[in-house]
Structures are given as structure tokens and as C-alpha cells.
């Protein structure tokens, strides 16, 4: 692909970008993001939060930014702060949340060009970017447009049939030259409410045994937790809903691995 000079100048404001992946829908991929790039604020990093999933944008709901728009100064699109956190999608700019993206591949690359030139993410330490399940047009184009500034954080659930999802995402990254940054395994076991015994629903490690085939950095997990759920239907992220639960801990103890190993390079 060749570079775009506009897109360039902002990637040098960008110190690092984390493409969410994931082979899979329904593994919990924007949760992951949504409070990865709050962790990330409250370990003081300047942080942004892209969502490119275009035509089923979840990070507006998650951060409870339905109804918002950005506003534009000076030709660039102000993205709206949450939590310490810039966040742009599509959302943002959709008349109401039932309007659907009926778009082909190249309009999706544009929009996402978009995103990166004309948005005014300023001086940023990290830019984490939701994308859509599988290795189609919109991990495609990130993964282009940020070639040599980002790297990847594969999201899966235990069970076999997830992994092997999840594996197509390994080939992908491989492909395209986009290092893989690690994986984490989400809905990691049910945290009983009352008792707080782990029962292991989506079987258990599947995650490692995924990292162990493969050679890759085993991130951390994430339980399932009830209140996850109802954090998401009241618009606040799980990391301030519940700041003292374990999966909180754990997005914390995730972001803290992360950063501990990138001041290693």
C-alpha cells in the first residue's frame, strides 16, 4: 500500500498503536478494548480508542456515548474524551444506533483512512483499535495503514472451536508482517457471585495451549463475571464499574505485563 503522507504525519504524534483481533464474533473483543484503553489511561498513558468495526459499532454503547458527535475544527474531527480516553467510530456519526453501514470493502478502507488522517488525536502514548471479527477489509486496511507502528492483541475464549478461529488471526498477523503482541483469553471461567468458585463453563486453556503452538505471549485472562454484563447494559466500563473485582484486576495486571515488556525494547 502506498503511503499516505497526512496519515504519516499523525502516526508521528502516535507512539503505539494495539489492534484488537479476534478469528471469532461473540468473544467479548470490545469489552477487551473498551477497558484495555481505560487501564491504560489510569497507568497515566495518553490514550485514544478507535473503533473500526463499521457496520456494528459497540464502543458508543460501552463508554455511554450514544447520541454524542464530534465536533470539527479547522478540517479535523475532535474526537470525544471518555474517562481520559480519545474514542472516534462510526457510531459517532450515524443518525441513531438502528441506521446500518451498507458499505462495500473500498468505502470502509476510505472511512478508516479517515479516521487516522483527519481525526485530531494529538500526542498519544497508545492508540488501541476495535476491530470487527475475522481478517477481512477493516483488519486488513489497519493492519496496512500501520504497518511498522502497531502490533496485535488476540482476543479468544477457552474452547477449541474459538481457538481454531483464532488461529486464522495468527496467519493473518504472519501474512501482513504485524507482530503479535500476545492473547488474551476472555470468559476465562465463572466467578459464582456468592461463593466466588471458578467453574470453568468454555472449558479451560485453551488460551495457552494456543499461545504454547505458536510461540506467542500469553497476556492474561479474564473470568466471567455477572456484573460484566450489567456494566455493559448501563454504559460504564467493567474496570470503573467494579474497580475491585478480579477481572478488573486483571485488565490492570494485563496492561501492567504490556507495558512492563515494551519498557524492555
Same mark, same amino acid.
Given at each position: 500500500?502506498?503511503?499516505?503522507e497526512?496519515?504519516?504525519?499523525?502516526l508521528?504524534k502516535i507512539g503505539? @498503536? !494495539?489492534?484488537?483481533? %479476534?478469528? &471469532?464474533?461473540?468473544?467479548?473483543?470490545s @469489552?477487551?478494548?473498551?477497558?484495555?484503553?481505560?487501564?491504560l +489511561?489510569q497507568?497515566e &498513558?495518553r490514550?485514544?480508542?478507535?473503533?473500526?468495526?463499521?457496520?456494528g459499532p459497540s464502543i458508543?454503547?460501552l463508554?455511554?456515548l450514544?447520541g454524542?458527535?464530534?465536533k470539527? $475544527?479547522? $478540517? $479535523?474531527i475532535?474526537?470525544?474524551e %471518555?474517562?481520559?480516553?480519545?474514542?472516534? +467510530?462510526?457510531?459517532f456519526?450515524?443518525n441513531?444506533t438502528? @441506521?446500518?453501514v451498507i458499505?462495500?470493502?473500498?468505502?470502509?478502507?476510505?472511512?478508516i483512512? $479517515?479516521f487516522l488522517?483527519?481525526?485530531k488525536w494529538?500526542e498519544?502514548?497508545?492508540l488501541v483499535v476495535?476491530?470487527?471479527?475475522? *481478517?477481512?477489509?477493516?483488519?486488513?486496511?489497519?493492519a496496512q495503514?500501520?504497518?511498522?507502528?502497531?502490533s496485535a492483541?488476540v482476543? *479468544?475464549?477457552p474452547?477449541?472451536?474459538?481457538?481454531?478461529?483464532?488461529?486464522? =488471526?495468527?496467519t !493473518?498477523?504472519?501474512a501482513?508482517?504485524l507482530?503479535i503482541e500476545?492473547?488474551?483469553?476472555?470468559? +476465562?471461567g !465463572?466467578? =459464582?457471585p456468592k =461463593?466466588k468458585?471458578?467453574?470453568?463453563i468454555f472449558?479451560?486453556?485453551?488460551g495457552r495451549?494456543?499461545?504454547? &503452538? !505458536?510461540?506467542?505471549e500469553?497476556?492474561?485472562s479474564?473470568p466471567?463475571e455477572?456484573?460484566?454484563? &450489567?456494566?455493559?447494559?448501563?454504559e460504564?466500563?467493567?474496570?470503573?464499574?467494579?474497580?475491585n473485582s478480579?477481572s478488573?484486576k +486483571?485488565?490492570?495486571k494485563?496492561?501492567?505485563?504490556?507495558l512492563?515488556?515494551?519498557?524492555k *525494547?
Amino acid at each position: 500500500m502506498v503511503k499516505d503522507e497526512a496519515i504519516q504525519k499523525k502516526l508521528e504524534k502516535i507512539g503505539h @498503536t !494495539f489492534v484488537i483481533l %479476534s478469528g &471469532k464474533g461473540g468473544v467479548g473483543k470490545s @469489552t477487551i478494548a473498551c477497558n484495555l484503553a481505560i487501564a491504560l +489511561s489510569q497507568r497515566e &498513558k495518553r490514550t485514544g480508542l478507535l473503533d473500526i468495526d463499521i457496520h456494528g459499532p459497540s464502543i458508543p454503547k460501552l463508554l455511554g456515548l450514544n447520541g454524542r458527535y464530534p465536533k470539527v $475544527e479547522d $478540517e $479535523e474531527i475532535i474526537p470525544i474524551e %471518555s474517562n481520559g480516553v480519545k474514542v472516534m +467510530s462510526i457510531g459517532f456519526l450515524l443518525n441513531d444506533t438502528k @441506521t446500518p453501514v451498507i458499505w462495500r470493502g473500498p468505502l470502509k478502507a476510505n472511512m478508516i483512512k $479517515e479516521f487516522l488522517q483527519s481525526v485530531k488525536w494529538g500526542e498519544l502514548d497508545f492508540l488501541v483499535v476495535d476491530s470487527p471479527p475475522g *481478517t477481512g477489509d477493516e483488519p486488513l486496511s489497519i493492519a496496512q495503514y500501520m504497518e511498522g507502528k502497531a502490533s496485535a492483541i488476540v482476543v *479468544t475464549t477457552p474452547q477449541d472451536v474459538a481457538t481454531i478461529d483464532v488461529e486464522k =488471526c495468527v496467519t !493473518f498477523c504472519n501474512a501482513l508482517k504485524l507482530p503479535i503482541e500476545g492473547v488474551i483469553e476472555n470468559m +476465562s471461567g !465463572f466467578v =459464582c457471585p456468592k =461463593c466466588k468458585e471458578v467453574t470453568y463453563i468454555f472449558s479451560q486453556g485453551g488460551g495457552r495451549r494456543l499461545c504454547e &503452538k !505458536f510461540g506467542i505471549e500469553y497476556l492474561g485472562s479474564i473470568p466471567i463475571e455477572p456484573e460484566i454484563v &450489567k456494566s455493559g447494559e448501563e454504559e460504564k466500563p467493567y474496570i470503573l464499574y467494579n474497580s475491585n473485582s478480579e477481572s478488573a484486576k +486483571s485488565f490492570l495486571k494485563i496492561v501492567d505485563k504490556i507495558l512492563e515488556r515494551r519498557m524492555k *525494547t
